[in-house]
């Protein structure tokens, strides 16, 4: 089993920027890809960005593409997402999750074995 504690949400102004972690804990060893899915009142959880955890190759969604960076630390495995430029549109509860076996696709919510909590990003206009 694998432990994902998200942390770093809060309230911010339109324009701008925080910085989520979610930390891993237990069987960590197989780690394939953490990414950050949200989702916002009343809409479905979206992808958001993915890294790859032995290459660290990422992917972004549209949306948050040239605004929000994905960075990983294996030795503390824990997966970052630095997000500036923040708009109101962005608030929403972010959920870390990580796969633990190689998948083609990553930005599907059931492509991913485990989830966190989330943590709720709040920004004002």
């Known amino acids: 089993q694998v432990q994902l504690v998200e942390s770093g949400g809060g309230l911010v102004q339109a324009g701008g920027s925080l910085t989520l972690s979610c930390a891993a804990s237990?069987?960590?060893?197989?780690?394939?890809?953490m990414g950050w899915f949200r989702q916002a009142p009343g809409k479905e959880r979206e992808f958001v960005a993915v890294i790859r955890w032995i290459s660290g190759n990422s992917l972004y969604a549209d949306s948050v593409k040239g605004r929000f960076t994905i960075s990983r630390d294996s030795a503390k495995n824990t997966v970052y997402l630095q997000m500036n430029g923040l708009k109101p549109e962005d608030t929403a509860v972010y959920y870390c999750?990580?796969?633990?076996?190689?998948?083609?696709?990553?930005?599907?919510?059931?492509?991913?074995?485990?989830w966190g909590k989330g943590t709720l990003v709040t920004v004002s206009s």
């Open positions: 237990g069987r960590t060893f197989s780690t394939y890809a």
């Open positions: 999750a990580l796969a633990s076996t190689r998948r083609t696709v990553l930005t599907e919510t059931n492509r991913m074995d485990y």
